[in-house]
Protein backbone atom coordinates (compact mmCIF):
# COMPACT_ATOMS: atom_id res chain seq x y z
CA UNK A 1 0.00 0.00 0.00
CA UNK A 2 1.13 3.24 -0.81
CA UNK A 3 0.13 6.74 1.42
CA UNK A 4 0.84 10.36 -0.49
CA UNK A 5 1.35 13.37 0.69
CA UNK A 6 1.19 17.21 -1.49
CA UNK A 7 2.54 20.07 -0.64
CA UNK A 8 3.78 22.96 -2.07
CA UNK A 9 0.46 24.69 -3.11
CA UNK A 10 -0.52 28.40 -2.40
CA UNK A 11 -1.30 31.81 -3.98
CA UNK A 12 0.31 32.76 -7.11
CA UNK A 13 -0.38 35.57 -9.38
CA UNK A 14 -1.10 34.94 -13.15
CA UNK A 15 2.32 33.78 -15.02
CA UNK A 16 3.88 32.90 -11.68
CA UNK A 17 5.30 29.62 -10.95
CA UNK A 18 4.94 27.15 -8.20
CA UNK A 19 6.54 23.21 -8.04
CA UNK A 20 4.11 20.89 -6.25
CA UNK A 21 5.41 17.60 -4.47
CA UNK A 22 4.01 14.43 -3.83
CA UNK A 23 5.87 12.41 -0.98
CA UNK A 24 4.97 8.41 -1.12
CA UNK A 25 5.60 6.15 1.79
CA UNK A 26 6.42 2.18 1.25
CA UNK A 27 9.46 1.12 -0.43
CA UNK A 28 8.24 -0.05 -3.71
CA UNK A 29 7.63 3.55 -5.20
CA UNK A 30 9.45 2.75 -8.29
CA UNK A 31 6.83 0.49 -9.14
CA UNK A 32 4.06 2.46 -9.52
CA UNK A 33 3.14 5.31 -12.16
CA UNK A 34 2.30 8.35 -11.24
CA UNK A 35 -0.32 10.88 -12.06
CA UNK A 36 -1.21 14.60 -11.61
CA UNK A 37 -4.84 15.56 -11.57
CA UNK A 38 -6.90 18.19 -10.38
CA UNK A 39 -10.43 19.42 -9.18
CA UNK A 40 -11.84 23.07 -9.44
CA UNK A 41 -15.13 23.61 -7.60
CA UNK A 42 -18.56 22.17 -9.27
CA UNK A 43 -16.15 20.54 -11.53
CA UNK A 44 -14.69 16.65 -12.26
CA UNK A 45 -11.21 15.86 -11.73
CA UNK A 46 -9.53 16.15 -15.01
CA UNK A 47 -5.73 15.08 -15.60
CA UNK A 48 -3.28 17.03 -15.76
CA UNK A 49 0.04 14.74 -16.27
CA UNK A 50 1.60 11.26 -16.30
CA UNK A 51 5.00 9.69 -15.11
CA UNK A 52 5.56 6.25 -15.95
CA UNK A 53 7.66 4.20 -13.12
CA UNK A 54 10.94 4.79 -13.97
CA UNK A 55 10.44 8.52 -15.74
CA UNK A 56 11.41 7.83 -19.00
CA UNK A 57 8.01 8.44 -19.87
CA UNK A 58 5.74 12.28 -19.50
CA UNK A 59 2.74 13.46 -20.74
CA UNK A 60 0.40 15.92 -20.32
CA UNK A 61 -3.35 17.07 -20.84
CA UNK A 62 -3.35 19.82 -23.91
CA UNK A 63 -4.18 22.73 -21.41
CA UNK A 64 -1.26 22.33 -19.48
CA UNK A 65 1.12 21.00 -21.89
CA UNK A 66 4.44 23.57 -22.55
CA UNK A 67 3.96 24.99 -19.39
CA UNK A 68 3.85 21.82 -16.50
CA UNK A 69 6.63 19.88 -16.20
CA UNK A 70 5.89 16.08 -14.31
CA UNK A 71 9.24 14.58 -13.08
CA UNK A 72 10.29 11.93 -10.20
CA UNK A 73 13.27 10.98 -7.87
CA UNK A 74 12.82 7.56 -6.97
CA UNK A 75 15.20 7.72 -4.47
CA UNK A 76 13.19 10.04 -2.53
CA UNK A 77 10.54 8.62 -2.72
CA UNK A 78 8.79 11.76 -4.35
CA UNK A 79 7.10 12.87 -7.78
CA UNK A 80 6.85 16.84 -8.82
CA UNK A 81 4.76 18.92 -10.77
CA UNK A 82 6.98 22.30 -11.95
CA UNK A 83 4.00 24.37 -13.45
CA UNK A 84 4.85 28.10 -15.11
CA UNK A 85 3.02 30.39 -16.65
CA UNK A 86 -0.20 29.41 -14.81
CA UNK A 87 -3.42 31.03 -15.59
CA UNK A 88 -6.45 31.64 -13.09
CA UNK A 89 -7.83 28.83 -15.33
CA UNK A 90 -5.13 26.20 -13.36
CA UNK A 91 -6.82 27.34 -9.97
CA UNK A 92 -8.12 23.88 -8.29
CA UNK A 93 -7.31 21.54 -6.11
CA UNK A 94 -4.23 19.28 -7.50
CA UNK A 95 -4.10 15.36 -6.91
CA UNK A 96 -1.40 12.96 -7.13
CA UNK A 97 -2.26 9.18 -7.50
CA UNK A 98 -0.43 6.28 -7.67
CA UNK A 99 -0.79 2.66 -10.17
CA UNK A 100 1.17 -0.02 -9.59
CA UNK A 101 2.14 -1.06 -12.87
CA UNK A 102 5.68 -1.19 -14.84
CA UNK A 103 3.91 -0.28 -18.30
CA UNK A 104 5.08 2.16 -20.20
CA UNK A 105 1.73 2.97 -20.92
CA UNK A 106 -0.64 6.55 -20.38
CA UNK A 107 -3.21 6.59 -17.76
CA UNK A 108 -5.25 9.68 -18.15
CA UNK A 109 -8.44 8.34 -16.53
CA UNK A 110 -8.92 8.77 -12.09
CA UNK A 111 -10.40 4.70 -12.20
CA UNK A 112 -6.67 3.75 -13.48
CA UNK A 113 -4.86 4.72 -10.10
CA UNK A 114 -5.14 2.88 -7.40
CA UNK A 115 -4.28 5.23 -4.52
CA UNK A 116 -4.36 8.78 -3.91
CA UNK A 117 -3.34 12.07 -2.01
CA UNK A 118 -5.23 14.21 -0.06
CA UNK A 119 -4.64 17.37 -2.69
CA UNK A 120 -2.86 20.86 -2.31
CA UNK A 121 -4.79 23.98 -3.64
CA UNK A 122 -3.55 26.29 -6.17
CA UNK A 123 -5.13 29.09 -6.13
CA UNK A 124 -4.13 31.50 -9.46
CA UNK A 125 -5.04 35.11 -9.24
CA UNK A 126 -5.86 37.16 -12.32
Known amino acids: QVQLVESGGGLVQAGGSLRLSCAASGRTFSSYAMGWFRQAPGKEREFVAG????????YYADSVRGRFTASRDNAKNTVYLQMNSLKPEDTAVYHC???????????????????WGQGTQVTVSS
Open 51 to 58: ITWGGGRT
Open 97 to 115: AAKATYSSGTYRSPLDYDY
